[in-house]
Antibody, heavy 113, light 112 residues
Framework: EVQLVESGGGLIKPGGSLRLSCAAS????????LSWVRQAPGKGLEWVGR??????????DYNTPVKGRFTISRDDSKNTLYLQLSSLKTGDTAVYYC?????WGPGTLVTVS | DIVMTQTPLSLSVTPGQPASISCRSS???????????LYWYLQKPGQPPQLLLS???NRFSGVPDRFSGSGSGTDFTLKISRVEAEDVGVYYC?????????FGQGARLEIK
């Protein structure tokens, strides 16, 4: 069974930093392109960014609102995806999901206040 | 960025009746590889999104055949042939032909 489970969310002050993790199982993690998608309270879905598989270059892409502040990385030996959030703003308050496009984790809430 | 526009944003449907949601993109989602990079998701209350359809019309494993997708280029439609109570939630279309990946605003389906 495929599972993605995010962790690391919480309450953080503006300007602060946080690292989210997404533990994966049930599929070949190293082959997967993975994204982070966020959802502000009561709002729609917003793509944050993605990381390609290492065999496809392992490169990252980001949406404009987070470029330069957020960093996506992966540890294929641990089947874990990361999202480093820095210079946080109140507008970054959201549930953050990791996704393969097909499978999604339950999300972790980040509150910037 | 490609803008994805869904209509209607809200619909109330009697169980057993059909429902339809439109998604229009600001540029064609047809890639030179012949594929059209349009996806549909359903987000049920309190849950993460779940994939319904990929590349316009390919139902994901376990998705009931009452869900179907059609369209091409910039205009797409998700149809539910006979709505059931478990279909409530917000439906999103998403494009992946161009970065940033973008979603429609979401269309909320409720049961009458």
């Amino acid at each position: 069974e495929v599972q993605l489970v995010e962790s690391g969310g919480g309450l953080i002050k503006p300007g602060g930093s946080l690292r989210l993790s997404c533990a994966a199982s049930g599929f070949t993690f190293s082959d997967a392109w993975l994204s982070w998608v966020r959802q502000a309270p009561g709002k729609g879905l917003e793509w944050v960014g993605r990381i390609k598989s290492k065999t496809d270059g392992g490169t990252t892409d980001y949406n404009t609102p987070v470029k330069g502040r957020f960093t996506i990385s992966r540890d294929d030996s641990k089947n874990t995806l990361y999202l480093q959030l820095s210079s946080l703003k109140t507008g970054d308050t959201a549930v953050y999901y990791c996704t393969s496009g097909i499978y999604w984790g339950p999300g972790t809430l980040v509150t910037v206040s | 960025d490609i803008v994805m526009t869904q209509t209607p944003l809200s619909l109330s449907v009697t169980p057993g009746q059909p429902a339809s949601i439109s998604c229009r993109s600001s540029r064609s989602l047809l890639h030179s590889d012949g594929k059209t990079y349009l996806y549909w998701y359903l987000q049920k209350p309190g849950q993460p999104p779940q994939l319904l359809l990929s590349e316009v019309s390919n139902r994901f494993s376990g998705v009931p055949d009452r869900f179907s997708g059609s369209g091409s280029g910039t205009d797409f439609t998700l149809k539910i042939s006979r709505v059931e109570a478990e279909d409530v939630g917000v439906y999103y279309c998403m494009q992946t032909i161009q970065l940033p990946i973008t979603f429609g605003q979401g269309a909320r389906l409720e049961i009458k």
